[in-house]
């Protein structure tokens, strides 16, 4: 999570409970930050209606280059492992961040594996908190049914980038792979954890992916 946008504030915002406190962005500056979330919207639905008919390894790599694309999944990588990154060999840092980039993306095809009739609604509103923004969304059901989800994003290099996804308001996809891979350092450090990471990726893919 962003050290600039604590969960609180996170909390807040997706309740829409501190709105006078976010200046909304103007209306050009907000579409060049909800452009990459647009974009991924796009990639997952193309996903779903390729389904599970498509071969899991071709639905990876369509998406593949679009998560790429739209995360900072370096900058993701490193608040879910924390200071640990620094004491860990060149060789096993290289291994940990191929495994963790295909451990996510794995993890969206399989999550985003069939199609009826969703769609996604990027909502008003964009706004500032610290030096990022927010992106609040929603996923809607073929029966109308929806989700809400909220994307942070960090402008690196010139272009927004997400840094995390709260779903349903406040469960934040970073804080949960924090606590987990911090928890297999401890436990067995960086082999137990590139492990892990292409154990969960293989059994996603169904052994198609290590």
Known sequence: MSPTLDRRTLLQLTFGSIATALAPLRAAAASEVTAPVEQLHAGLIQIMKAGKTAPFRQRYEMIAPIIARTFDLEAIFRQVIGLRWASLPPDQQAALWDAFRRYTIASYVANFDDYAGERFE?????????????????IVTGSGQAHELAYVMRQMNGGWRVVDVLADGSISRVAAQRSEVRSVLADGGGTALLVSLQRKTAELSGGILQ
């Open 122 to 138: 990027i909502l008003p509103n964009v706004a500032a908190a610290g030096g990022d923004r927010v992106v609040r969304a929603k």
